[in-house]
């Protein structure tokens, strides 16, 4: 379904993939299973994607602006996101992120049938067994560098497709009279369930934190796109018009990469991930590695997913996102 941009195996086939739509990967939440790997990316170099992947969904926005006015009715904001959404939304994969991972224009790691291979050597969750693995059932995304942050391609499915969920739980709340910061609160709190409970945790063993921060910034795209102070599309005059370009900048930040925010395993999967994130202990070292890793930390900040994280571990309802960290792994291999 990738072609031959993505390490496949027989092991991703038709059974996977019917098996993963009654678990619900496909469908309104398509490729919310797909894991990433940005350890593999670390020294590699990669061209920043940010111009390139802006111009693909400003070009979505503009036929969808083309599509409303050859149309002439539809002026409801509500419904306007949804038809976004819908734009690129597929069976199994969303179509930002096929393009994404695909298109000869975006850089990635890996990339070409070398790093492939070497990348299905060392893949972070690749010393599990596909058979009894529910986060293998689907091919890994690879690696993007977007206004100096490496994330892996699974990030824009969960910033312009699961968040959509989030935008209707925000709305939900707000309608019945729930503040901004509460209807916020809401959404964030049912988006980290269903993120531990059906898709992410429960299912393949893997809390994504960096998928939660997408997923709500991508809820702040959608109650922007049309409304509000700065929108991105606006009614005027008896047309809709795009007034204001989208820029990814505007929302990723360093807590899309993996290898940076950290994970939150569960025991059966974390001692078979920790031995492969053992391997990347020396490349802590490395210049690229430190430059990046000092460049993120300079740009961190608490976000309200990792204030939900937080107040989570202190009530004892999940565990310290740190202890699953590159610098605790090694520092106690090297006690």
């Not at 991508?218 to 009614?235: Q, S, T």
């Not at 820029?247 to 395993?265: A, C, G, H, K």
Request: overall charge neutral; hydrophobic content about 35%; charged content about 30%.
């Amino acid at each position: 379904m990738r072609g031959t941009a993505r390490p496949a195996s027989a092991h991703f086939g038709l059974f996977a993939l019917v098996v993963a739509l009654l678990l619900g990967l496909g469908g309104g939440d398509a490729a919310e299973g797909l894991e990433t790997d940005q350890f593999f990316a670390w020294g590699r170099h990669l061209e920043d994607m940010t111009e390139v992947l802006n111009a693909r969904v400003n070009l979505e926005l503009e036929r969808l602006v083309a599509e409303l006015n050859r149309d002439g009715r539809e002026r409801r904001c509500q419904n306007v996101r949804f038809r976004f959404f819908k734009r690129h939304r597929m069976l199994f994969f969303d179509g930002f992120e096929t393009w994404s991972v695909n298109s000869p224009l975006v850089s990635r790691s890996p990339s070409g049938p070398e790093e492939m291979r070497e990348f299905e050597r060392k893949y972070l969750y690749g010393g599990t067994s596909p058979l009894f693995d529910t986060g293998r059932w689907m091919p890994p995304s690879p690696t993007v560098e977007v206004d100096g942050v490496r994330l892996g391609t699974d990030k824009l499915t969960h910033l312009l497709g699961t968040a959509w969920y989030y935008h209707r739980w925000y709305r939900k709340a707000s309608l019945r009279g729930a503040t901004p910061a509460e209807a916020e609160d809401r959404a964030v709190r049912r988006g980290l369930q269903h993120e531990i409970t059906i898709l992410g945790r429960a299912v393949s063993g893997v809390l994504s934190l960096a998928d939660l921060e997408a997923n709500y910034e991508g809820m702040w795209f959608y109650e922007h796109l049309c409304a509000g102070d700065d929108p991105n599309i606006v009614y005027d005059a008896g047309v809709w018009r795009l007034r204001r370009p989208f820029d990814l900048r505007d929302y990723v930040t360093p807590e899309w990469d993996e290898s940076y925010q950290p994970n939150i395993y569960v025991r059966r999967k974390w001692e078979k991930v920790k031995q492969r994130m053992l391997g990347y202990c020396s490349m802590l070292e490395h210049p690229r590695v430190r430059a990046m890793r000092q460049a993120y930390r300079e740009r961190d900040r608490v976000t309200e997913t990792e204030r939900l994280i937080d107040e989570m571990v202190v009530a004892g309802k999940l565990p310290d996102p740190s202890g699953f960290s590159i610098e605790r792994v090694c520092r106690e291999a090297a006690n």
